[in-house]
């Protein structure tokens, strides 16, 4: 049996047994309300006639039937009763519609009306069945004289019942088909709004949705006009940092996610582009949603774009290296013609001395156990953003005072390691030709921080921009088209410090140009090998901004 069907039959099933129930409680109302006129009416005679002193004076007469009887009559056929019966307290009748009557015993119990008490009831007479009220009839003293019974048929009143029905049943039959043709009209309404699906098919629909969610590694967020999350799948929630998926739906999407990544979901843009989401920087693709050609919302895709990238910048290391390499063995060329030119000619010393000076000197020169830095993660590094230097024309030293030891297992790695290197690229970034940059890092015990401190001899940031500049997208140079976006790098330096409790301020360098001071406590996150620690490094160079 199809949804449809089964709606139809239920909400038809539900009319019936409700119009049915409402039929029958109205018509037993009715009954009452009938029975209860009719019993106020024949009280009301029954009453009227024993209180008569036309009827209480015919007693002591010799018929008193002669007197009663007409009086009787009048009553009955005027108050449209079936009977009005009058009987003395032997319980003789005085009055009867069948005249035949008169003179003879009532055929039914007089006892509670000549007790002085009102009767009322269904009882047998003469005449059938009838729905009847007994009263007393007094004499002068107080004392009981006889009785007055009114009565009518039962017959009739359910003739007059029947008869007051056509127009409630009139009206049920109205009620039940509206109900009905109501109940057709919202199973159709109902199927339209599923688009026509059967349960089977909704569950099939769901359970595929459901795996194809959770299956895939994007992430997916949608959100409706009013801008609530509707559906996030758990690669969402974990690129967003949010512990479970369920717990944001129905939330307004710009209190749970960033305001620039709200915006562009929100603003439905059909375009893909990096957005800075906490710490990550997101390749975010928007589009929105359209329903029988209205718009119900937005919908984004959510990918890492380190993950997305991670073989392209393995290849850029690589270039790089190659690069390097390049350069290494080209000045080492040069240097190895102007020995083989001085000792041609003769000049032994000068060539020694030309050696002694140059030393092993290089585009890869390498950190030795002087400058400090005992962790190989971050000597690999500054080593690798030395070479970057290098070929830019920009001197880049440690300074002396230096020191990170290997061993100290709470110093935060990864997040110092992106520290040091979106500083160090922003720096980069700020020197020109013959520029110069100094990196500090110190793991001072007392307090228990790391403290990386990166002066170069650029432009500096103006005072009135030093709060601004950490703000995404603010940067002290224009974007090039076709390049990285520009002005992330410092804003993920400072989440990274605040995430920590630490700070990150800016300042004017020595140097003539900006200071930057980063303060990272110790915490208990482990100290990651080798291979994650190259990896971290890799990351953090890759998601590095420009100032």
């Not at 059909?270 to 906490?278: A, F, I, K, N, W």
Request: hydrophobic share 45%; net charge negative; glycine share 12%.
């Amino acid at each position: 049996m199809t949804l449809g069907m089964q709606l139809l039959l239920l909400q038809v099933a539900i009319v019936l047994t409700t119009v049915v129930g409402t039929g029958v409680t109205a018509m037993w109302l009715q009954e009452q309300q009938l029975r209860d006129a009719y019993q106020d009416r024949m009280i009301a005679v029954a009453q009227s006639v024993a209180g008569l002193p036309a009827i209480t004076e015919a007693f002591d007469d010799a018929d008193p039937a002669a007197t009663i009887q007409p009086v009787a009559e009048v009553i009955r056929r005027a108050s449209d009763v079936t009977y009005v019966v009058v009987a003395n307290e032997h319980g003789i009748r005085y009055s009867h519609p069948n005249p035949d009557r008169i003179g003879e015993k009532v055929s039914t119990d007089p006892a509670i009306p000549l007790s002085g008490e009102i009767y009322v009831g269904t009882q047998t007479g003469t005449l059938g069945e009838s729905w009847r009220v007994k009263v007393p009839i007094f004499d002068g003293d107080g004392e009981v004289m006889g009785q007055v019974s009114v009565g009518i048929l039962e017959s009739e009143l359910r003739a007059d019942f029947v008869g007051g029905l056509s127009g409630l049943l009139a009206a049920l039959v109205v009620a039940a088909v509206i109900g009905v043709v109501g109940s057709a009209w919202i199973g159709r309404v109902i199927r339209r709004r599923i688009y026509g699906l059967e349960p089977d098919e909704i569950r099939a629909m769901l359970e595929t949705r459901e795996a194809m969610l959770h299956g895939i590694r994007e992430g997916l967020i949608a959100v409706d006009d009013r801008g609530r999350i509707v559906l996030m799948n758990d690669a969402a929630a974990r690129l967003l940092d949010i512990p479970e998926a369920g717990t944001v739906l129905g939330s307004p999407v710009d209190s749970v996610v960033d305001d620039e990544l709200a915006r562009f979901i929100t603003s439905g843009e059909d375009r893909e582009t990096p957005v800075l989401s906490g710490e990550r920087v997101l390749l975010v693709h928007g589009d929105r949603v359209r329903v029988d050609g209205r718009d119900v919302g937005s919908i984004a895709i959510l990918r890492d774009r380190t993950e997305l990238e991670a073989m392209l910048r393995e290849l850029e290391g690589a270039q790089g290296l190659a690069e390097g390499l390049r350069a290494q063995s080209h000045e080492f060329s040069n240097k190895l013609h102007v020995v083989s030119g001085l000792l041609e000619l003769g000049h032994v010393d000068a060539a020694i001395a030309f050696i002694e000076r140059v030393g092993s000197g290089g585009a890869l020169s390498a950190l030795d156990e002087h400058d400090g830095i005992a962790d190989v993660e971050t000597a690999a590094l500054v080593l690798a953003k030395r070479s970057r230097a290098q070929e830019l024309g920009i001197s880049l030293e440690l300074d002396s005072g230096s020191h990170l030891d290997a061993a100290a297992a709470d110093v935060p790695r990864t997040e110092l390691l992106t520290v040091i290197g979106n500083l160090l690229d922003n720096a980069i970034e700020a020197c020109v030709l013959g520029g110069r940059i100094t990196l500090s890092v110190r793991d001072d015990e007392e307090p228990a921080v790391v403290v990386v401190l990166v002066d170069d001899d650029g432009p500096g940031v103006p005072a009135g921009r030093r709060e601004a500049i950490f703000a995404p997208d603010v940067s002290g140079k224009a974007a090039t088209p076709g390049k990285a976006r520009r002005g992330i790098g410092l804003t993920i330096v400072q989440r990274v410090a605040a995430r920590l409790g630490g700070s990150v301020t800016v300042g004017d360098s020595p140097a003539g140009g900006a200071r930057f001071t980063v303060r990272l406590p110790w915490v208990a996150s482990g100290h990651r090998g080798g291979a994650e620690g190259a990896a971290v490094a890799a990351n953090a160079q890759a998601t590095g901004a420009r100032r």
